[in-house]
T-cell receptor, first 116, second 114 residues
Framework: AAGVIQSPRHLIKEKRETATLKCYPIPRHDTVYWYQQGPGQDPQFLISFYEKMQSDKGSIPDRFSAQQFSDYHSELNMSSLELGDSALYFC????????WGTGELFFGEGSRLTVL | AQKITQTQPGMFVQEKEAVTLDCTYDTSDQSYGLFWYKQPSSGEMIFLIYQGSYDEQNATEGRYSLNFQKARKSANLVISASQLGDSAMYFCAMRGGSASKIIFGSGTRLSIRP
């Protein structure tokens, strides 16, 4: 079965550079989520989109922005990168059902960003 | 506010034994979902099992089962007949109410001894 596809899998950037991560959700999934996981930490929610509109916002820095396109893929743009942005970035997708309390959520394999 | 608590930072279990990973949660929502994910050292987040708050029966997926005790607000993961490949970090997570995002507990690192 098709899974959530993330690219690139690994990315190395210098401080103050810009990075873009891409996410392709499972076909027919209409909701995309972005998470950031620092070393030894649990994943922290950044932002989510439902039907191309932002649906929820977490601890996403102002230097970061994201959007969901008409084909439901999503991109996370990170500017003025800092050393602390080094982390594993996960995208996840799900299909909205009646109420948000139900429905499985599947993660991609993650994009590992290293800022030097 | 919602919260997930995993009180076992690490566990060691002998191969082929059953293991229970603890998870308690706090929410005021009536409708919510509980998840368990496995994260091996390679980093990917693997979905294991899901339990809806209105599901009357405990969820099972192969060797994984979720011991859901709603009144106690606990959602423990039980792995039967553990294998060496089960060594990984395990996260309990939940989603509920009007929030679409899921929140994670701090995780339990499970190590299986041969």
């Amino acid at each position: 079965a098709a899974g959530v596809i993330q690219s690139p899998r690994h990315l190395i950037k210098e401080k103050r550079e810009t990075a873009t991560l891409k996410c392709y959700p499972i076909p027919r999934h209409d909701t995309v989520y972005w998470y950031q996981q620092g070393p030894g930490q649990d994943p922290q929610f950044l932002i989510s989109f439902y039907e191309k509109m932002q649906s929820d916002k977490g601890s996403i820095p102002d230097r970061f922005s994201a959007q969901q396109f008409s084909d439901y893929h999503s991109e996370l743009n990170m500017s003025s990168l800092e050393l602390g942005d080094s982390a594993l970035y996960f995208c996840a997708s799900s299909l909205k059902r009646e109420g948000w309390g139900t429905g499985e959520l599947f993660f991609g394999e993650g994009s590992r960003l290293t800022v030097l | 506010a919602q919260k997930i608590t995993q009180t076992q930072p690490g566990m060691f279990v002998q191969e082929k034994e059953a293991v229970t990973l603890d998870c308690t949660y706090d929410t005021s929502d009536q409708s919510y979902g509980l998840f368990w994910y496995k994260q091996p050292s390679s980093g990917e987040m693997i979905f294991l099992i899901y339990q809806g708050s209105y599901d009357e029966q405990n969820a099972t997926e192969g060797r994984y089962s979720l011991n859901f005790q709603k009144a106690r607000k606990s959602a423990n993961l039980v792995i039967s007949a553990s294998q060496l490949g089960d060594s990984a970090m395990y996260f309990c997570a939940m989603r509920g109410g009007s929030a679409s995002k899921i929140i994670f507990g701090s995780g339990t690192r499970l190590s299986i001894r041969p």
